[in-house]
């Protein structure tokens, strides 16, 4: 009820932080039809982004409800609530975000870009070219101080495709991987 009356108000569903207080995993989210985005990253201090004993990550419950032919597309945040004081315990801005590929800066395009799918999240990483082709992914990363950079394509059941260090990345589609996720990790603790 709540994603469709979001749908109708012309929005887009967002299924946000899932682990706060253990609240959903990729079983109780794959019975959620319509649903367009699901947070992967979010920059709050209790998100519990990376799951913990007997619970999933964010990454592992998206691969759940991937693998359960459910489309939805992965968004970071920084959920922040916290302007004016900046330590790691408080909420700040600038934690996670994701960036549309667009024509035009326009509400309409944003949201076309964010309700298709035109787009990839981030906690620091940038890519200076990401391409999806009808039979591969291909992204480049803009390489900031120095860092060290690990690309690794996920398929079907979070199993490993393929893993590339570098700033460049490539991977050819098979056709039987259900889907294909591309997760860049940074030696600076960043993600796309």
Do not use: C
């Not at 979001?6 to 995993?25: C, K, M, T």
């Not at 990454?59 to 790691?88: C, M, Q, R, S």
């Not at 460049?168 to 940074?186: C, F, H, I, P, Q």
């Amino acid at each position: 009820a709540n994603v469709d009356a979001i749908l109708d108000a012309g929005g887009i569903a967002s299924i946000n932080h899932p682990n706060y207080q253990w609240a959903f995993d990729h079983e109780s989210i794959r019975h959620v039809n319509r649903a367009n985005l699901l947070e992967i990253y979010n920059g709050h201090p209790v998100a519990n982004v990376y799951g913990g004993t007997g619970k999933f990550s964010y990454e592992e419950i998206w691969d759940g409800v991937l693998t359960a032919d459910k489309l939805i597309f992965g968004v970071a945040t920084d959920d922040a609530h916290n302007y004016h004081d900046f330590e790691p315990k408080m909420s700040n801005p600038g934690r996670g975000w994701v960036v549309v590929q667009s024509t035009e800066l326009t509400v309409e395009a944003i949201l076309g870009g964010l309700t298709s799918g035109a787009f990839y999240s981030s906690t620091g990483v940038t890519l200076s070219e990401l391409e999806i082709l009808p039979h591969s992914i291909r992204l480049t990363i803009q390489e900031e101080m120095r860092h060290l950079y690990t690309t690794r394509f996920t398929g079907r059941d979070g199993t490993l495709l393929s893993e590339t260090n570098g700033l460049e990345a490539e991977y050819s589609l098979k056709g039987d991987e259900g889907y294909v996720r591309a997760t860049v990790t940074s030696s600076g603790n960043t993600k796309a």
